[in-house]
């Protein structure tokens, strides 16, 4: 199984972007899809996070501007950034975990300008 992330890209601040991760190949028993992010020089941090039955987690810096969505059927992940500030500046991750394995898509670049 492989997760292909898309959507990333340069934006001005208050922009917005929408970010797709899709896996290829069947997941077994998907327990929760979530996006991470790595600013430059920083640790990688959760996102947000939603769960097989819909419930959703917010880290508190993106509460409000970004929505976590998914499409269980293609088994994919979509991130929506709404104004975006630079400190959302970072290499965007996905991440499905499932009951057998968790998977790691390969990173988009959003890069928001002031």
């Known amino acids: 199984v492989q997760l292909q992330a898309f959507g990333g890209g340069l934006v001005q601040s208050g922009g917005s972007l929408r970010l797709s991760c899709a896996a290829s190949g069947s997941i077994f028993s998907i327990i929760a899809m979530a996006w991470y992010r790595q600013p430059p020089g920083k640790q990688r941090e959760l996102v947000a996070t939603?769960?097989?039955?819909?419930?959703?987690n917010y880290a508190d810096s993106v509460k409000g501007r970004f929505t976590i969505s998914r499409d269980n059927a293609k088994n994919t992940v979509y991130l929506q950034m709404n104004s975006l500030t630079p400190e959302d500046t970072a290499v965007y991750y996905c991440?499905?975990?499932?009951?057998?394995?968790?998977?790691w898509g390969q990173g988009t670049l959003v890069t928001v300008s002031s």
């Open positions: 991440r499905i975990m499932g009951s057998r394995a968790n998977y």
């Open positions: 939603i769960t097989s039955d819909g419930n959703t």
